[in-house]
């Protein structure tokens, strides 16, 4: 049959320098190894790499997303010229879903066997992407090993994840497993070698919070088969970033909390005393957002959020849509799309733009009421 990998498609020739090279280094990693890990800082076009990778590989491919990131791939998968996709709904899947060459389905278990069972008929896909791969991490979750056969079935894997460096070495295993099998070795000798795993006193083992032994032979096993750029590796190939800090005078409900926090008087927190403090900084970052016309403000509390929303739209003729964490991600995705397409702002809650929502075209301007 047809050879598995080819390197016959041109690469787009919209890719950073620094893509170019991750395109490249992906496959010849999948023709040694047949299987890879991108973990590039969020932003860094991990998504078009990837797509650019799928062009020059032959057979089916299925791409495991969170729900929240179907529209984000929907949108990637147009920009990048990528051959037909359809992104797989349990409930009502249409016959198309049965030859698109990329089937994207969500992370859920359902979803997975009957995205098996209904688009690829039984079989298993040439292509196994798995975005997000970090959530894998459990390793007896049921979603886990349903992956785990998938990935054994498939001629290549590609995860796919922003955050590499889990708080345990433990973490690493089922990550690895999925991907390259027992080439890290079984549960017990990757922990007992690179976990600091020892024997406990009544059975089982115990891990230590730190001081791993070999961390350093583990990052260098992991450096053969996983690619990680952080941004300030590339910053010469990426717009400049401006950063600005406004200082705001303390208004006098700040410094009367602040002051009874410092004096321990009633039941004064630091919690209050913040609070307070974002109330006086509110008419700042008003007047930002205004002279930005175009921004993604970003504040704590849903009340300031809430607040903000309605003073730019009400009061400064500046139209703006407001996402909250209450709010679904298709609805978040929709208002997104909202506000690129008329040019507004968007203010967010920062437990409301996490991973997942593609923010890029929302404008240049960074606002940040409060920090987290």
């Known amino acids: 049959g047809p050879p598995l990998l080819t390197a016959t498609a041109p690469l787009n020739p919209q890719l950073r320098n620094y893509q170019y090279c991750g395109v490249l280094w992906m496959l010849s990693v999948l023709k040694r190894d047949s299987a890879c890990i991108l973990a590039d800082d969020m932003g860094l076009g991990k998504t078009a790499q990837v797509i650019e990778v799928l062009k020059n590989l032959c057979g089916r491919v299925l791409i495991l997303a969170p729900r929240a990131a179907d529209e984000t791939w929907r949108e990637e998968l147009i920009k990048w010229q990528a051959p037909p996709y359809y992104i797989f709904k349990p409930g009502d899947p249409d016959p198309e879903c049965h030859t698109a060459p990329i089937v994207v389905c969500s992370h859920d278990i359902r979803s997975i066997e009957k995205c098996l069972a209904t688009a690829f008929k039984g079989e298993y896909p040439a292509i196994l992407v798995i975005d997000e791969a970090h959530r894998f991490r459990g390793r007896n979750a049921r979603r886990s090993k349903a992956v785990e056969q998938v990935c054994a079935c498939a001629q290549f894997c590609i995860e796919i994840t922003a955050t590499p ?27 007992t070698v690179y976990a600091g795993a020892i024997p406990g006193a009544h059975g089982g083992l115990v891990y230590p919070k730190k001081n791993f032994p070999r961390a350093n032979e583990l990052a260098l096993r992991l450096s053969y088969v996983m ?77 300031h959020a809430r607040e903000l929303h309605r003073l730019l739209n009400m009061e400064y003729n500046t139209p703006c849509v407001l996402i909250t964490g209450g709010i679904s991600t298709k609805k978040r995705t929709a208002l997104i799309k909202q506000a690129i397409a008329n040019k507004w702002g968007v203010v967010a809650t920062t437990d409301s733009v996490y991973e997942s929502l593609n923010l890029q075209e929302v404008g240049h301007v960074g606002i940040l009421h409060s920090i987290d």
């Open 165 to 191: 460096q889990p708080n345990r070495p433990r973490d690493w295993w089922e990550l690895l497993h999925i991907a390259f099998g027992y080439r890290f070795g079984s549960k017990y000798e990757f922990d």
């Open 227 to 303: 690619l990680r750029r952080e941004a300030h590796e590339v910053l010469g190939e990426l717009p400049p970033l401006q950063i600005q800090v406004r200082w705001v005078d303390a208004n006098r409900e700040a410094r009367v909390a602040f002051l009874k926090l410092q004096a321990g008087l009633s039941r004064a927190t630091m919690h209050d005393a913040t609070l307070a403090t974002l109330k006086g900084k509110v008419e700042e970052a008003l007047a930002l957002a205004v002279e930005a016309k175009r921004f993604l403000l970003c504040t704590w509390m849903k009340a």
